[in-house]
């Protein structure tokens, strides 16, 4: 009776084993979010594995900004929604303010982020990538 009991249990890991053998793991994908890797994709924020960065960190990047905006009394004290693409060479392009001021501090404001000193380009499978950032920045009406 326990041969037979014996038996049984081992006939049923010998199964259980085979049929841990025939399961295959899932094929990698990419998320359906992400875009196939061309020159011209342009990758979110949150999806790629590498961010892009500025040099010496984000701060830098928002003082530079400050540094170099003329503030204007109409900005003064404002939050300002500016989005961009960090180019695979770190270079910034598309600028964009998501803010309601004039189109005369809006064109200083975008010159001054296109013109600002190359990121650290974003990366993705081993590639470098575009991606698109959103920042806010505030002015507070000093410079730092």
Not at 36 to 56: G, H, M, R
Not at 84 to 94: A, C, H, I, P, T
Request: hydrophobic residues 35%; proline residues 7%.
């Amino acid at each position: 009776m326990i041969k037979n009991i014996i038996f049984i249990l081992f006939l049923v890991c010998l199964n259980s084993m085979q049929a841990q053998s025939k399961i295959e793991p899932p094929k990698p994908t990419l998320c359906p979010e992400i875009p196939a890797k061309t020159e011209n994709d342009i990758f979110s924020y949150s999806l790629v594995q590498v961010k892009p960065e500025f040099p010496d960190g984000i701060n830098n990047f928002y003082k530079y900004v400050i540094k170099n905006i003329i503030i204007s009394d109409e900005i003064d004290k404002s939050r300002i929604i500016v989005s961009f693409v960090v180019e695979n060479d770190g270079k910034l392009s598309d600028v964009t303010i998501k803010s309601d001021i004039s189109s005369d501090q809006n064109e200083v404001i975008k010159k001054n982020i296109q013109n600002s000193p190359s990121w650290l380009p974003a990366e993705h499978e081993g590639y470098k990538v575009r991606c698109k950032m959103t920042l806010p920045i505030i002015i507070n009406g000093t410079r730092q």
